[in-house]
């Protein structure tokens, strides 16, 4: 969204175009949204007893079990806040953190993670 900013922000000769700035502005918080809800329903986690149900950065179903998981990392994509999973045999499991119910999606995990998992360090 950034860069469809700037792209739009700068006229021909680098000259600004303020009108052109100003419906950048507009229109980057709804559609910041609708992409944000699109991947949060499109990319769904879930959480067993088992293990962690996600997908890796390219949309592939991925699982890891709870003993498999090595470590856990917050990464920040367009100003969205996402939990790479890494597991012992280097897949890579990204979760949204930017969920509709982030009380029960916590609660979700802190109910089926063990006590020692690096995933509930960044919850």
């Given at each position: 969204m950034v860069g469809i900013l700037c792209c739009i922000l700068i006229k021909k000769e680098s000259h600004m175009d303020v009108r052109a700035a100003a419906l950048a502005i507009v229109a980057i918080s709804p559609l910041s949204f609708v992409f944000s809800l699109l991947i949060s329903v499109g990319f769904p986690a879930g959480f067993s007893a088992d293990g962690i149900h996600g997908h890796s950065a390219m949309g592939v179903p991925l699982f890891v079990s709870w003993s498999g998981i090595k470590d856990a990392r917050v990464f920040y994509l367009l100003n969205l806040k996402w939990l790479r999973v890494y597991s012992?045999?280097?897949?890579?499991?990204?979760?949204?953190?930017?969920?509709?119910?982030?009380?029960?999606?916590?609660?979700e995990i802190r109910r089926f993670a063990p006590p020692n998992s690096p995933v509930l360090r960044f919850l």
């Open positions: 012992t045999d280097g897949r890579v499991i990204w979760l949204a953190l930017f969920q509709s119910r982030p009380a029960e999606f916590r609660e």
